[in-house]
C-alpha cells in the first residue's frame, strides 16, 4: 500500500494523491512517461536494496518513511520546463549534473568500488564508475511525478512535509542533511582529473532545472 503524498492546493479539502510507481529500468527504455512540462519528481528505492536492507538503519534512513510497493521515498526534485529532462539526466548523466547521483555514490563507493574525481573546485564525478551507478540506479529506484507550474513551490511543500532523507534544499539544518553535506565536502577533496572531458552520455543531455 502506497502511502500518501499531499499537494498544497489539495490539502485543505482533505484529498491527497496516490503514488503510481514506474521503475527506472522501464524509464531508461522510454522516458515518454514522463511529464515534458514543469512538475516535481519522486525518487524512491526498493527496500531489499543493499542501502535500505542492513541490519543497523543507515544515518540517513528516515524513522517515519514514506513507503509505496515495496520502496522507500529518498528523494525529490522539481524542474520549472521539463521533468522529463531532469529525470534523464538522474538516469543517464553523471554526478556533475545531478545531486541525486552524487548522494547515491557516495553511499555506494565501496559497493560498486567507485573513485571519486574532481572535475573542477566543487563538481566531481565517478568517472567510469558512472556506469556502474546507472546500472545500480536502473536496478533499485522507481519515479512518480505530479505535473504542476509551481514547480518550485510544490517542491519546498514537500521537501518540507515528507522530509525525503536525501534531500538538502530547504532541509539545510537538519542532522541529516548536515551528514550529506559533510560528505560531499569529502569527496570533493578528490583527486582532480580535467584530461577525462564531459562523458559522451553528458554531452547529448539538456538539463532542465
Known sequence: MCSLIPTPAKRAKGKVKFAMLIAASQLDYDLNAVPASAGVYFVYIREDASLLCSDAPAFWQSETP???????????????????????????????????????????????????????????????????????????????????PDAFGLEKFLIQSLRPPFNITHRRHTPVAKD??????????????????????????????
Open 180 to 209: 550529506l553535506m559533510r560528505a560531499n565536502w569529502i569527496l570533493r577533496g578528490a583527486p582532480l582529473r580535467r584530461s577525462s572531458g564531459r562523458s559522451p552520455q553528458l554531452s547529448k543531455l539538456h538539463c532542465a532545472s
Open 66 to 148: 514514506v513507503r509505496c510497493d515495496g520502496h522507500q521515498l529518498v528523494y525529490l526534485g522539481a524542474s520549472g520546463q521539463s521533468v522529463r529532462a531532469r529525470v534523464k539526466c538522474h538516469l543517464r548523466g553523471d554526478s556533475r549534473v545531478s545531486s541525486l547521483r552524487k548522494t547515491l555514490g557516495g553511499l555506494l563507493l565501496r559497493e560498486l568500488c567507485l573513485s571519486p574525481y574532481r572535475s573542477s573546485r566543487t563538481r566531481f564525478h565517478f568517472a567510469d564508475g558512472e556506469e556502474r551507478l546507472t546500472e545500480w540506479i536502473c536496478r533499485n529506484t522507481a519515479y512518480d511525478f505530479i505535473e504542476n
